[in-house]
């Protein structure tokens, strides 16, 4: 009994629900009187981007070897000059082999010539040879006393990693190029590195950058591009930043289009002329606001309250102002001016304070 009981309790609410929900589904909606107003109107082009360095500099070592020692943090402020890393030779065995040999084969053939050199210089001193044939014999044992110099500094240096020479320290130091904020590490302790040569890229180490002057590096839709020009005033606003309101002025816009999806898109950079109280991060998430054109003090009403008719724009506004009963309109066209998207200007056919009427959405059946 209680079954059927409750049931019929739960079977009843549902039918009382859906006569609700009925109900309100076939109350017609209202219609809607839209007053004109007065005031700014900006037109705006929207670019989507990241906050990026001017100038950012990627470091990469010319000297083969182990890194031994790491000398900053990221995020250090360095000077130019500075030392990053700390490269140890790292030579293979027959790498290591062949300078070794090289070097006393210098060393050997040197020795020769110096001899030859010497008996030289004996029998000239005696008026035996000539002078053309002693100063052959000499410039031949330079050549080769530079030939093993040359094998004995290439020997030390990969053994070593550092030598002296002309009153100059030569050493596997990487040292910094620019002034700038570390921004990224690539290698650690113990990481081989590949030096940068005409046939390779070489291993990348570290990036550098100067972070007071910084760039918005977006794209603009093709639909907004050709209303651009360099030096229009922008407003970057950063997503993780929200209260931030950052002003910039457009630097660059690039003369080739790309496609992402479906969409023609345009680069754009924007200088940031001045973010005070803000500390900006490489590669923060932006949008730009470029403003286009500005309109003070006219007359706007809503966009969506525009019907367009035989290429003409019309707006429906009461017959005999807010009548009871059912309201009568009539269609009177205006012509209109800049548009923000959500608002447009009116330059004629409709006054400040006139109602304009806004008809509820049509049902989908």
């Known amino acids: 009994m209680k079954k059927w009981l409750f049931r019929g309790v739960s079977l009843v ?13 076939k109350k017609k909606a209202e219609t809607k009187l839209i007053e004109a107003i007065r005031g700014d109107i900006r037109e ?9 360095p001017e100038k950012e500099i990627k470091v990469k070592s010319t000297i083969p070897g182990i890194v031994s020692e790491v000398l900053f943090r990221v995020g250090d402020a360095v000077k130019a000059g500075m030392p990053l890393f700390k490269i140890s030779p790292n030579p293979t065995p027959l790498e ?19 001899s030859d050199w010497t008996r030289q210089l004996e029998l000239y001193k005696g008026n035996l040879i000539s002078k053309s044939d002693m100063d052959a014999t000499e410039g031949a044992y330079r050549e080769t006393e530079l030939r093993y110099r040359t ?49 390779q890229p070489g291993t990348e180490l570290c990036s550098l950058a100067d972070m007071a002057s910084l760039l918005f590096k977006g794209t ?8 651009l020009t360099d030096g229009m005033a922008a407003e970057i606003q950063i997503g993780a ?19 992402e999806g479906n969409a023609t898109l345009f680069d754009i950079w924007i200088l940031i002329d001045k973010a005070s109280g803000v500390t900006l991060r490489a590669g923060f998430s932006a949008t730009a606001s470029i ?34 009963g059912e309201l009568k309109t009539r269609k009177v066209e205006v012509q209109t001016g800049l548009s923000d998207g959500l608002n447009i200007e009116v330059l004629s056919g409709l006054k400040e304070g006139e109602k304009v009427v806004e008809r509820p959405p049509r049902e989908i059946k």
């Open 13 to 25: 609410l549902l039918l009382t629900f859906f006569y609700f929900l009925l109900a309100c589904g």
């Open 44 to 52: 705006k082009a929207l670019a989507v981007g990241t906050i990026e």
């Open 96 to 114: 290591y082999v062949e300078a070794r040999r090289a070097m006393e084969l210098a060393e050997v053939t040197m020795q020769k010539i110096k």
């Open 151 to 199: 094998s004995a500094e290439r020997f030390e240096l990969l053994e070593k990693g550092r030598i002296r020479m002309s009153n100059k320290d030569i050493n596997s130091l990487i040292n910094s190029p620019i002034s700038g904020i570390v921004l990224s590490q690539s290698v650690f302790q113990g990481d081989p590195v590949v030096p940068l040569t005409n046939f």
């Open 220 to 227: 603009v839709d093709e639909i907004d591009v050709g209303k």
């Open 241 to 259: 930043l929200p209260d931030a309101k950052i002003p910039g002025r457009v630097d660059r816009i690039f003369p080739k289009a790309k496609k």
């Open 291 to 324: 403003q286009i054109r500005e309109r003070k003090q006219v007359v706007l009403i809503p966009e969506r309250l525009l019907v367009f008719e035989d290429g003409k724009r019309f707006v429906e506004v009461p017959e005999n102002g807010e009548a009871k």
